[in-house]
């Protein structure tokens, strides 16, 4: 199966790499590429001949200029699949997105899934927890030399490898024509994660609980955790945090 990857970030380029493991013929479209998603300038050559497309781009900003970002984007995006009769159209979104309205990127990236809803194709939308790998630069911008300020917010984060593995399922399957959530096997509060990954790093800082530190100080409830339908990954934090420890 011939698929286009738009972006070559942490799950762009991974996600390139399981499916042309896989067998599948892989194209990556990124500016680095010459394809500008604003433009629509390369599309046309990224998508010729493409079966499926999986969109994993992100807006260069999180407020409310990433709406103008993902209308413009999914716009090209969709007119450029449509003319080169693309037949699936995938994008990674995140678990809760239509929960929590307060936040201009989570509301961006719920238009980014309005948009492919009503567009010409069928797709897939899969809805993913925090990655494991977000979890620290998280906790730096609420932190000082003293403390770690997080709240408590609910949280059932995810290796971003395990997401690859959803997404690579899941492009290379008929298009659900819907959504699929997925998640990391334990939940946590956000505060509890901070502890987890300090003693991990070996790092004395306390964490102060504090419901109005940070961008997820804004969610109420478990908005961001998966429900039973979730499709749970294998890989837990503290594994993770193990493998990935510095020696």
């Known amino acids: 199966m011939k698929i286009t990857v738009i972006g070559t970030g942490l799950i762009g380029s991974r996600l390139a790499a399981v499916l042309e493991k ?10 680095s590429s010459g394809v500008d998603l604003l433009t629509g300038a390369g599309l046309d050559a990224a998508l010729a001949g493409a079966h499926t497309v999986v969109n994993v781009t992100n807006s260069p900003t999180f407020d ?16 450029a699949g449509e003319k080169a009769g693309v037949r699936h159209q995938v994008v990674l979104s995140i678990v809760g997105v239509d929960q929590v309205p307060q936040l201009d990127y989570y509301r961006a990236k719920l238009l980014q899934e309005e948009l492919l809803r009503g567009g ?39 290796a971003a490898d ?9 492009a290379t399957g008929a298009p659900l024509d819907g959504i699929l959530d997925v998640a990391g096997p334990d939940r946590f509060t956000l505060d509890e994660v901070g502890r987890i990954t300090l003693a991990a790093r070996e790092d004395g800082r306390p964490v102060v609980t504090d419901d109005r530190a940070g961008l997820f100080a804004a969610v109420r409830g478990d908005v961001l955790t998966a429900g039973p339908a979730a499709r749970l990954a294998p890989t837990h934090y503290r594994d993770w945090l193990r493998s990935t420890r510095k020696g």
Request: hydrophobic share 45%; net charge negative; glycine share 2%.
């Open 22 to 31: 896989r067998g599948h013929d892989v194209t990556t479209a990124s500016l």
């Open 64 to 79: 409310d200029q990433s709406l103008a970002f993902f209308r413009t984007t999914v716009g090209n995006l969709l007119a």
């Open 120 to 158: 010409p194709t069928p797709y897939s939308i899969v809805r993913a927890t925090q990655f494991f790998e977000f979890m620290e630069p998280t906790m730096s911008w609420t932190s000082d030399d003293s403390a770690v300020r997080l709240p408590a917010t609910p949280v059932q984060p995810i």
């Open 162 to 170: 395990d997401v690859v593995d959803a997404l690579a399922d899941v």
